[in-house]
């Protein structure tokens, strides 16, 4: 999922002044671009069908976790590629070489700290993180610091040679509750993200960092970590949230020391694909509207809300065309990506097969924001474009999702160079107040995706795709940020 902040008051005050607008424009406007008779077919049809909900039962029970590279991954693709060609789709596999990183033990225990009973070690629990190097096969055993940012840091610096960082930086669930959990995510994810290469540049012999996310039922939540280009490849994992409490505390009586086994491995890159599945237009079948999720998962579970949720809702928009016979102006591609978790190279692949005819990708939607209950969408088309999706309210609205929200910038994990290239670009919003407290944990399992918000994501979703297919006017192209990627 992608990080980003909002400046909802004007985003509200937007939405009235285009409200406001379309109220005018929908009582004179008689060129409507998708009628609302067939956004409520398509509505109506989602909400009746389970496929999506089946096909993340078989993707999650039959296959389990798909780490690009892994036996998982390849059955994945076959799997969605069957799927995908058994309701008529014109099916497409397109190669990508994704990293092949395999978790191997991972241990560690308090062996040092004041006032320990003699004999007596403390079991910490914690996970690996994507991309981390490896201690030796018996372990090292360092003392550890503990940071809470990267000031901190840097005061310590003198501390940090030979240590195992801890970044004690708690996951703000009161924000996620709130509405804001991308917010909370960037806070706290950033010393995921960052923390590891930034305590190998002042020496540290390993980097722990406190798991991201709520509800803590002591579980750690892996995720990737960025070496940001060096060869400092340090042992990095995440700690749950009692086993950071609990050395913070232990800390502030004194010393502590800890026994870390980490033996991860990073092997040759692997062939593998993303798949694409169109649906071909009628009189504009050249220009595509996309419509995604990513096939790829974390290792530790089954990935049914990242992103098997968001990817077999992306197939039952396919599903539901094909039920009604629908035949739209663009070519509707669903696509499964590949490799979003840990290197996106599957969006990288896809990338270069447009470079050359980037006005041929009209718009792309991606959902990997969880399977919650949906609210509506987030677009990044222009200001002055926001009007245009306006009509889609009203077929939203029987939903409960009647919310659509415009960003400068998504940001979406796969389609952010699409975005870049000025692809207007999608995704729905879903309430995420739960989303951070299975991500990337051994609890992300089909349990936790209702099988009704499902049905509205793949109908919220079908009604978006199918107005984007059938729209009259061209949308602007916003291409940015590409001079300094
Ligand atoms: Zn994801």
Do not use: C
């Not at 976790?65 to 693709?77: D, I, Q």
């Not at 692949?349 to 470079?355: G, T």
């Not at 309210?393 to 998504?410: F, G, Q, S, T, Y």
Request: proline residues 5%.
């Amino acid at each position: 999922m992608s990080l980003k902040l909002s400046g909802w008051r004007l985003h509200a005050l937007a939405a009235v002044a285009v409200m406001m607008t379309a109220n005018v424009a929908l009582a004179t406007d008689s060129t409507m671009d998708a009628d609302m008779a067939t956004l409520a077919r398509i509505r109506e049809a989602a909400m009746s069908s389970n496929f999506a909900y089946d096909r993340l039962e078989e993707l999650t029970d039959r296959i389990g976790p798909r780490l690009s590279g892994s036996p998982g991954a390849a059955a994945a693709v076959n799997l969605v590629a069957d799927d995908m060609r058994a309701i008529g789709m014109q099916v497409k596999l397109q190669p990508a070489k994704v990293p092949h990183w395999v978790r191997g033990a991972e241990a560690a225990e308090l062996v040092d700290y004041a006032h320990r009973p003699d004999g007596l070690t403390q079991r910490v629990m914690l996970t690996t993180l994507g991309g981390s190097g490896a201690t030796p096969a018996a372990g090292i055993t360092a003392p550890v610091v503990i940071v809470h940012n990267f000031d901190e840091l840097n005061q310590k610096a003198a501390q940090i040679k030979g240590a195992i960082v801890l970044y004690d930086a708690p996951f703000d669930q009161s924000l996620a509750d709130n509405g804001q959990s991308g917010t909370a995510y960037m806070e706290s994810g950033m010393f995921r993200f960052a923390g590891p290469v930034m305590a190998a540049k002042l020496g540290a012999a390993a980097a722990l960092v406190r798991s991201v996310g709520g509800a803590n039922y002591r579980l750690p939540h892996t995720g990737m970590t960025s070496w940001r280009g060096t060869d400092l490849r340090i042992p990095a994992a995440a700690v749950t949230a009692e086993d950071a409490m609990l050395m913070s505390r232990l800390a502030a009586q004194g010393p502590i020391k800890m026994h870390l086994t980490l033996t991860p491995q990073t092997l040759p890159d692997v062939d593998s694909y993303n798949v694409l599945a169109d649906l071909p237009g009628s009189d504009k079948a050249d220009e595509v509207v996309l419509v995604s999720g990513h096939l790829d998962s974390w290792d530790l579970a089954q990935g049914a809300t990242d992103d098997g949720a968001g990817l077999t809702a992306a197939m039952g928009v396919a599903e539901v065309f094909k039920k009604l016979g629908l035949k739209p102006r663009r070519t509707v591609r669903v696509v499964a990506w590949m490799n979003e978790e840990n290197g996106q190279r599957g969006a990288k692949a896809y990338q270069d097969s447009v470079n050359d005819k980037i006005s041929t990708q009209f718009a792309a939607i991606e959902s990997d924001g969880g399977a919650g209950k949906p609210l509506g969408f987030m677009s990044s088309v222009a200001l002055s474009d926001e009007k245009l999706l306006e009509p889609l309210r009203a077929a939203m609205r029987p939903i409960d999702a009647p919310v659509i929200k415009r960003e400068e910038r998504l940001g979406s994990g796969d389609l952010s160079e699409l975005e870049d290239a000025g692809v207007p670009s999608f995704e729905p919003m879903v309430d995420m107040r739960s989303y951070f407290s299975y991500h990337h944990t051994a609890a992300d399992t089909l349990d936790k995706v209702e099988p009704d918000n499902l049905k509205r994501q793949v109908a919220l979703l079908a009604m978006l795709t199918w107005y984007l297919a059938e729209m009259q006017e061209p949308l602007q192209r916003l291409p940015h940020q590409t001079e300094t990627r």
